[in-house]
T-cell receptor
Framework: AQSVTQLGSHVSVSEGALVLLRCNYSSSVPPYLFWYVQYPNQGLQLLLK??????LVKGINGFEAEFKKSETSFHLTKPSAHMSDAAEYFCAVSDPPGGFKTIFGAGTRLFVKA | KAGVTQTPRYLIKTRGQQVTLSCSPI?????VSWYQQTPGQGLQFLFE???????NKGNFPGRFSGRQFSNSRSEMNVSTLELGDSALYLCASSFRGRDPTDTQYFGPGTRLTVL
């Protein structure tokens, strides 16, 4: 079965600093990968997805992620953090590759300091 | 365009009871997936329905079941509730006829507390 590992359950950055949230996947073939954000007391919202069209994927709210096959990684970045980015972020993978099940990582809570 | 609606938003039950949760997808969406979110286990896939058929199933006991109606609305049922079933239950809808990468839109969830 496919899986994703998110490194760091909590990440804290200062407002204006770079945001880097790490995600590694386990798959022998290129999977479909996703990043979601969850604000308190809300459902999840898709930030971006990788579907093998391009390795650098741009999403909403200034986020982007780069698929690196050699590192089996799909890290999420944003050049400059904003207070409104404080939320929980989930990396997810389709299971099996190309399948309709979505397997989520454990999540990373992002704190943004003023 | 109305989003995904889940009812009720909050629910309190006691052990041994059963519960039914409802999810109304975005108009035109035929795929509905259900997820359980707990602090300990995170987000776990329960099952997915497409055109009234269960297309995928996660690793949950048979106490967890679901169905989808012809208007794509979906319900999930949990029988013989256990304390560990306390969780936020999320549903997500999408087109996802043949394309598993079609965006899933999540509802706000139903918070189930089992006492």
């Amino acid at each position: 079965a496919q899986s994703v590992t998110q490194l760091g359950s909590h990440v804290s950055v200062s407002e204006g600093a770079l945001v880097l949230l790490r995600c590694n996947y386990s798959s022998s073939v290129p999977p479909y990968l996703f990043w979601y954000v969850q604000y308190p007391n809300q459902g999840l919202q898709l930030l971006l997805k990788y579907t093998s069209a391009a390795t650098l994927v741009k999403g909403i709210n200034g986020f982007e992620a780069e698929f690196k096959k050699s590192e089996t990684s799909f890290h999420l970045t944003k050049p400059s953090a904003h207070m409104s980015d404080a939320a929980e972020y989930f990396c997810a993978v389709s299971d099996p590759p190309g399948g309709f099940k979505t397997i989520f990582g454990a999540g990373t809570r992002l704190f943004v300091k003023a | 365009k109305a989003g995904v609606t889940q009812t009720p938003r909050y629910l309190i039950k006691t052990r041994g009871q059963q519960v039914t949760l409802s999810c109304s997808p975005i108009s035109g969406h035929r795929s509905v997936s259900w997820y359980q979110q707990t602090p300990g286990q995170g987000l776990q896939f329960l099952f997915e329905y497409f055109s009234e058929t269960q297309r995928n199933k996660g690793n949950f006991p048979g106490r967890f079941s679901g169905r989808q109606f012809s208007n794509s609305r979906s319900e999930m049922n949990v029988s013989t509730l256990e304390l560990g079933d306390s969780a936020l239950y999320l549903c997500a809808s999408s087109f996802r006829g043949r394309d598993p990468t079609d965006t899933q839109y999540f509802g706000p969830g139903t918070r189930l507390t089992v006492l």
